[in-house]
């Protein structure tokens, strides 16, 4: 019989991995700290590829109810300078191999596959430590433990199943993000909406950046990047929205309007965020019952990919543990073999493309990136 596997975290890799699982009869259990599946807003919308995030899906048997949840016509792409002229626009004809969906509908998708119980809520875990043999303790804020002869970190950036395996820690990169959004778009704020149009906008300097997704119900999700150190985010009171607001849109004064509405007209408090990463060729020696996956393993740069890496190792795992069902060693073994170069390599492209967005030609870097590549999503 398979060995039992205990998930910490219940992120889209952490599910995916479950749910390949129980496809091929392998019991797992996820802890996960927020208290209920509608404890937060689960973000706004994915770009899931066929490469790699698909191909998950499909493991998972759940890639025909994925085509139901796509959010059509969000496949658009379009570049702007900082006046406003457009530099490339690139319609979505349902051609292309990202198609967007909500995340929160796509992490519904994976709970509603597994069997009731499989997620355990409120379970918050604060350490884990070796028993030997393989076995390894994990301890939960509210005072409870689990022991387990097979432990996977699905538990993002900070986890806490990572120090088993390795000392490394993410570091700022130099970028921040503020986040925002904007409500019923095409009647209160037409200016911005057509500047964003039916998908993503890309609207760059040296530096600096204005992105925005349009969302289901008319909601455009920007994220405004400042390349700035850390001091300069930790010197704006983000409990005063609106001061943090002025702060932020002082960086673009010089910008087109429908640009800096995207800013100036958030209705909601802006959300900073540092950008961290774990080194491009992060590894680790086999350590017997434990491995890590999604940014547990290889926090990078955004650039698409997380989340669909994220499910792809999740969706390998399993395959892996459901190939060698009385072995557990020799599945992770062969899984951490495909890991680190495939993880390595998107996390280099991650922090080039990352780089030529802020680079001193953007946004002519991004345009001839998206050119080159045939595609502007």
Not at 255 to 275: F, H, N
Request: with cysteine; aromatic share 6%; net charge negative.
């Amino acid at each position: 019989m398979a060995t039992p596997v205990t998930i910490i975290g219940a992120g889209l890799g952490g599910l995916t991995l479950a749910r390949v699982l129980h496809v091929h009869g392998i019991p797992a259990t996820v802890y996960e700290a927020e208290t209920s599946p509608t404890a937060r807003a689960q973000g706004g919308l994915l770009d899931i590829h066929e490469q790699d995030g698909q191909l998950a899906l499909e493991a998972a048997g759940l890639h025909e109810e994925f085509l139901g949840i796509i959010h059509k016509g969000a496949e658009a792409s379009r570049v702007l300078d900082k006046d406003g002229r457009v530099l490339l626009d690139e319609p979505d004809d349902g051609t292309g191999g990202r198609p967007e969906v909500p995340r929160g509908a796509l992490r519904r998708l994976l709970l509603d596959s597994l069997p009731a119980g499989t997620v355990r809520w409120g379970r918050k875990a604060s350490g884990v430590r070796p028993l030997g043999n393989g076995r390894h303790e994990v301890m939960f804020a509210d005072g409870t433990t689990v022991s387990t002869s097979l432990l996977v970190g699905a538990d993002g950036a900070w986890s806490r199943v990572r120090p088993l395996l390795s000392d490394a820690e993410p570091e700022y990169v130099g970028t921040c993000l503020i986040e925002t959004f904007l409500f019923d778009s095409d009647s209160r704020h037409p200016a911005a909406a057509r500047a964003v149009g039916d998908g993503s906008l890309f609207a760059l300097a040296p530096g600096k950046g204005i992105s925005a997704h349009r969302e289901p119900d008319g909601v455009l999700h920007t994220y405004v990047t400042l390349t700035k150190p850390r001091e300069w985010l930790d010197t704006i009171d983000f409990g005063d929205a609106a001061g943090a607001t002025a702060r932020v849109a002082a960086e673009f004064h010089d910008w087109a309007p429908e640009l800096t509405s995207l800013i100036t007209g958030g209705e909601t408090a802006p959300i900073p965020r540092t950008v961290n990463t774990l080194p491009i060729e992060h590894s680790w020696q086999r350590v017997p019952g434990v491995t890590l996956l999604g940014d547990a393993a290889h926090l990078m740069c955004p650039s698409g990919e997380g989340a669909n890496l994220a499910m792809y190792d999740g969706a390998e795992l399993g395959k892996a543990l459901a190939a060698h069902p009385y072995d557990t060693e020799a599945a992770l073994a062969s899984y951490e073999e495909a890991l680190f170069p495939r993880s390595a390599a998107a996390a280099a492209e991650a922090s080039r493309i990352h780089a030529l967005c802020l680079d001193a030609d953007a946004p002519h870097s991004l345009v001839d990136f998206f050119t080159s590549h045939g595609q502007a999503g």
